[in-house]
T-cell receptor
Framework: ETGVTQSPTHLIKTRGQQVTLRCSSQ?????VSWYQQALGQGPQFIFQ???????GRGNFPPRFSGLQFPNYSSELNVNALELDDSALYLC????????????????FGAGSRLTVL | GQNIDQPTEMTATEGAIVQINCTYQ??????LFWYQQHAGEAPTFLSY????GLEEKGRFSSFLSRSKGYSYLLLKELQMKDSASYLC??????????FGGGTRLMVKP
């Protein structure tokens, strides 16, 4: 089975620009979540998509938005980039959401490293 | 709110045992995860605890006490390849993970 793949792996943008990051979920997974990981810190939850709808959001402003497509792949869009947006953006996929038992482990991709100048 | 604390850095010797602690205060609890992350790579799943007690998986074990808001990851027979960051994360009812800052473990010969 294929894992979670993300693109691009690295990119550089300038302040005020917009960026789109892409994620293909692991085969059989229908839930995608996005995390931001600043250098030397743990990942922070941005939002989660299940069946093409956002069903959870962390403490991020509206300029962070996303989409999930019928094949469960996903995009993260960030508008009006700021210097503090420089980070590793991790996508994770899993099966199902909420109210379940068992581990339901999140499988992470290797991330997209964004540098904002 | 959620608050998860773990030491920033630890150093241990090859072949030794190391214990990485994690304390948490959360508004909802639906399991605790440990992930390993090598520099520049994806976090990879190590262990999961939802009930109190010890879960053992090869050289790695993880312990949970829900009443104390406490977990630890125990690594035995340390190898150089175990040098990595170890992330403690608590899951809420919606499968959303709140991570601690990570513990960078350096294994020395």
């Amino acid at each position: 089975e294929t894992g979670v793949t993300q693109s691009p792996t690295h990119l550089i943008k300038t302040r005020g620009q917009q960026v789109t990051l892409r994620c293909s979920s692991q085969s059989g997974h229908n839930t995608v979540s996005w995390y931001q990981q600043a250098l030397g810190q743990g990942p922070q939850f941005i939002f989660q998509y299940y069946r093409e709808e956002e069903n959870g959001r962390g403490n991020f402003p509206p300029r962070f938005s996303g989409l999930q497509f019928p094949n469960y792949s996903s995009e993260l869009n960030v508008n009006a980039l700021e210097l503090d947006d420089s980070a590793l953006y991790l996508c994770a996929s899993s099966t199902g959401t909420g109210g379940y038992s068992g581990a339901n482990v999140l499988t992470f991709g290797a991330g997209s490293r964004l540098t904002v100048l | 709110g959620q608050n998860i604390d773990q030491p920033t850095e630890m150093t241990a010797t090859e072949g030794a045992i190391v214990q990485i602690n994690c304390t948490y205060q959360t508004s909802g609890f639906n399991g605790l995860f440990w992930y390993q992350q090598h520099a520049g790579e994806a976090p990879t799943f190590l262990s999961y605890n939802v009930l109190d007690g010890l879960e053992e998986k090869g050289r790695f074990s993880s312990f949970l006490s829900r009443s104390k808001g406490y977990s630890y990851l125990l690594l035995k027979e340390l190898q150089m390849k175990d040098s990595a960051s170890y992330l403690c994360a608590v899951r809420n009812a919606g499968n959303m993970l709140t991570f601690g800052g990570g513990t960078r473990l350096m294994v020395k010969p």
